[in-house]
């Protein structure tokens, strides 16, 4: 069982900047693959990025790539988003999720287990 928690979500203007963190408890961290889903209203949930358990494997949706950078903290248990050059259309609830593989998440869109979410406002 992981425990995931998301934080920093909020407010950002037009081409500003915010970093997501979501902290993991349970076992073997490191042993998951870690994504980054969003939702927003009246929309699918989509695949944001992903990053394997030693953090050499990323994947990103097309929307983001080159915006938007995933890491992870092993040694703290977590898992980072930093999203720079924002738009409005970015803003959603944010989901952080624990998976087998970077791009299992992406093609299934899915994960193990979830977090609660975060909202992201991007205003423009």
């Known amino acids: 069982q992981v425990h995931l928690e998301e934080s920093g979500g909020g407010l950002a203007q037009a081409g500003g900047s915010l970093r997501l963190s979501c902290a993991a408890s349970?076992?073997?961290?490191?042993?998951?693959?870690m994504g980054w889903f969003r939702q927003a209203p009246g929309r699918e949930r989509e695949f944001v990025a992903a990053?394997?358990?030693?953090?050499?494997?990323?994947s990103y949706a097309n929307s983001v790539r080159g915006r938007f950078t995933i890491a992870r903290a092993n040694a703290e248990n977590t898992v980072f988003l930093q999203m720079d050059s924002l738009k409005p259309e970015d803003t959603a609830v944010y989901y952080c999720a624990a998976g087998v593989s970077p791009q299992t998440m992406r093609a299934t869109r899915t994960g193990n287990y979830w977090g609660q979410g975060t909202q992201v406002t991007v205003l423009s």
């Open positions: 990053i394997g358990g030693t953090g050499s494997s990323t």
């Open positions: 349970g076992r073997a961290f490191s042993g998951y693959a």
